[in-house]
């Protein structure tokens, strides 16, 4: 990758390449272990749709990468939605890459905007929410200090279709 994407906040313009990502991505990541059903659901409408109402918020903050003028990913972060969060703990709320961009540094560089932004944004620890059966993305987040948190209530809520770990780290 030469260069390297360019970091932007996105906007109610990006919805839909956000929402695209986010679909291409939890197909290629957990068709292995959630319901075919579930990821069938998740369409670029409904999820743009989503997208709109959530980058028009003020509630989390959402950046883009972009590579060579086409979204490449994205991360979102903001306050703990946590039931036992403190003010003090921010939340990576999702990252993701678009396949054919993985391996090429994108989740890294963005991973380390949203620590970046979690610490500007006055939180001194983390937390984020991945599929238990999710390996590849536990070992990503450990390859860059993210643990398995024990007081993590094992399940996010409702919206996950699947067992879930909390993972913690230091800001």
């Known amino acids: 990758m030469t260069g390297g994407p360019a970091l932007r906040p996105a906007t109610p313009a990006d919805a ?3 929402a695209a990502i986010s679909v291409r991505g939890w197909s290629h990541a957990y068709a292995d272990f959630l319901d075919a059903r579930v990821l069938a ?7 743009a749709e989503r997208w709109r109402e959530w980058l ?12 060579a ?14 039931a036992d969060a403190t003010p003090a703990v921010g939340e990576l709320a999702g990252l993701y890459v678009d396949p054919p961009a993985q391996g090429a540094g994108v989740g890294t560089i963005l991973l380390d905007d949203a620590v970046t932004r979690l610490r500007a944004g006055g939180f001194t620890s983390a937390t984020l929410w991945v ?6 993305g ?8 993210w643990a398995p ?9 409702a919206d996950w279709h699947g067992p879930a770990l909390r993972y913690r780290r230091d800001l």
């Open 41 to 47: 659901k998740r369409t670029v409408a409904s999820q």
């Open 56 to 67: 028009a918020g003020d509630v989390t903050q959402t950046v883009v990468a972009d590579l």
């Open 16 to 18: 839909e390449a956000i």
């Open 69 to 82: 003028g086409r979204i490449a990913g994205y991360a979102t972060v903001g306050a703990s939605r946590d």
């Open 131 to 136: 599929f238990e059966e999710n390996g590849l």
């Open 149 to 157: 948190d024990p007081e993590g209530e094992g399940r996010e809520g």
């Open 138 to 145: 536990r070992a990503f987040y450990e390859r860059h200090g």
